[in-house]
């Protein structure tokens, strides 16, 4: 026996459990249509991560929709469905999951006494009671129950190990100890899963699990700490995604595990190579950025600027990094392409970011590789990764033929000194269709008019952001923008990236306006 496999041994296995597309689809903004929902499911799959929560089936149509969806067709992970301890939730959230290869029904009930006296009022009795039948019934669909008693950081620890013993009576394989409002100490919730582990009698039968939020910015520390306290499962999501500040980010977890394995002696499944791609990927279909420092898959969480830090790490990489950036899936490229790069080139230039390109999208992938090279000296990796995604998950009306609108073309003239003038070109369904517009403060304003005056709908901008895709001043720019329509709450993204940011902000437009018509439910309030 090796050195190797006598330490291995002695390293527990964590489960990942995933709730991106549920608690992480909770951020603000950060709603996913079917397609998107499909495409994270599969790349967290390939991620390694153990248990998917794919969403609450009872929520609404298309979370039903999503999680029958994903449990159908998403092979290779467990996945999961949320529900509250109520009969119609339980029923609801099988009947989505019931053709999953892997099932599991997590049922939840709030158990600190803020909940239960202004939330919920019930008493502890009958918090236990409704537990106990909320798993009971979980139980009679599927063997693989998860219980969490929401808030548990702020319950009581003697009720708490109560309500904990009898969800495990009653049948439940894990038990979650969620951070709910994001309140507690890396201490608190050493000794806090010490005690569950010290005074619940039957808690060897059931995985201990954590689910952390990041309200003051110790989710990940929290997370960690229970691990150490004998937790067997995280919960966590991509980029940190979830209500408010979010909640443990999945990257930095699993690569604190990995790195720090002397200390957790615990390690997970992930293929950390995947960590970077999946970020991602999930920041294309959410829209929200991570910041460039942030850690593991931030722009800058490999870049060294200060000469001191670029000297030690030419000479020996490991003086100022703890890890290879190549170990979480960035991709060193000396060469950058260019428009005398062929085919093979570019191809292997996409397998090496991590994609895996069907072979009948690498024409449209090149074509428009091309089309950019003619407008741009170099392409760089950003630039290929642009339009990979655009291939593979794209939405705008510039390449989904089947979408409501598509861009023409469009005519600006603006200075300082009086209102712009605009038109725009788009088709409906392959009719032309023209709107003009001579006012507003800037050529952005004046597009927004044309466009509206078009679509007809009454549309408003809620957020709007332009960046640079790679360097230089004949970078692409991406168009980033959230759309609501009067008198109804959702959100609708749109993207988009062009050597022109005006053509980029019409693009963006119409992918945000095809989505909104895709969502019957707000064509018909918008009317
Ligand atoms: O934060 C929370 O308490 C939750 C539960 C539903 C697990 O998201
Ligand atoms: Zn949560």
């Known amino acids: 026996m090796s050195a190797n496999t006598t330490e291995d041994n002695a390293i527990r296995n964590i489960v990942i459990f995933d709730t991106t597309l549920r608690d992480g689809e909770q951020s603000p903004g950060a709603s996913m249509n079917l397609q998107e929902k499909l495409s994270v499911a599969q790349a967290l799959v390939d991620l390694g991560v153990d248990v998917i ?19 159908r067709l998403v092979k290779g992970s467990c996945v999961c469905g949320l529900a509250r301890c ?9 009947e989505a999951l019931k053709e999953a ?12 006494a803020i909940h239960r006296e202004f939330k919920l009022r019930m008493s502890q009795e009958e ?13 009679g669909y599927c063997s693989n129950v998860e219980f969490s008693p929401e808030d548990a950081c702020r319950t009581e620890i003697d009720f708490l190990c109560q309500v904990v013993e009898a969800a495990i009576a009653a049948g439940a394989t894990t038990i979650n100890i969620p951070d709910t409002v994001g309140y507690t100490t890396p201490p608190e919730m050493t000794e806090r899963i010490q005690s569950l582990f010290n005074r619940v009698p039957n808690i060897d039968e059931a995985v201990i699990s ?32 979830g209500e408010r500040a979010g909640n443990c980010s999945l990257e930095e977890v699993v690569m604190a595990l990995r790195t720090r394995r002397d200390i957790f002696q615990a390690d997970t499944r992930i293929v950390s190579q995947k960590l970077v791609p999946t970020s991602r990927l999930v920041t294309k279909v959410t829209g929200l950025k991570v910041p460039r420092n942030k850690a593991i898959v931030g722009q800058n969480a490999f870049a060294h600027e200060s000469g001191v830090h670029q000297d030690g790490v030419l000479k020996e990489r490991t003086t100022y990094e703890i890890m290879s950036a190549e170990s979480v899936g960035f991709v060193k490229n000396d060469l950058v392409l260019g428009k005398h790069s062929g085919r093979a080139a570019l191809a292997d230039r996409i397998k090496s970011l991590g994609f895996d390109l069907p072979a009948d999208k690498l024409d449209a992938v090149f074509a428009e590789f091309k089309r950019l090279a003619d407008l741009k000296k170099d392409v760089f990796d950003a630039d290929i990764i642009a339009i990979v995604d655009r291939q593979l998950h794209s939405t705008d009306g510039q390449e989904d033929a089947n979408a409501d609108w598509q861009y023409i073309s469009y005519e600006v003239n603006c200075n300082s000194q009086g209102a712009p003038s605009c038109t725009v070109r788009l088709a409906q369904h392959g009719l032309e269709r023209v709107g003009v517009s001579n006012e507003g403060d800037g050529p952005i304003h004046a597009i927004f008019s044309a466009v509206k005056q078009i679509v007809g709908l009454p549309i408003c901008l809620s957020d709007f952001k332009v960046e640079a895709v790679s360097v230089g001043d004949d970078a692409q720019g991406e168009v980033v923008m959230i759309l609501t329509i009067a008198d109804c709450s959702c959100n609708f993204k749109g993207q988009a990236t062009s050597t022109d940011v005006l053509e980029a902000t019409i693009m963006a437009l119409v992918d945000a306006i095809n989505r909104i018509q895709r969502d019957k439910a707000a064509v018909a309030q918008a009317k």
């Open 101 to 112: 290869e892997d099932p599991r029904i997590h049922v939840f009930l709030a158990t600190s």
């Open 53 to 71: 929560e794919a969403g609450f089936p009872i929520a609404s149509p298309g979370d039903f929709e999503a999680v029958r969806e994903i449990a």
């Open 210 to 241: 954590i689910h952390c939020h990041n309200d003051l910015g110790m989710a990940v520390a929290n997370s960690l700490s229970a691990v150490s306290a004998g937790a067997g499962q995280i919960e966590c999501a991509i980029n940190g995604l």
């Open 86 to 94: 109520v009969s119609a939730d339980i029923d609801r959230a099988w």
């Open 127 to 139: 918090i236990i009671k409704r537990a106990v039948i909320g798993v009971e019934r979980a139980k």
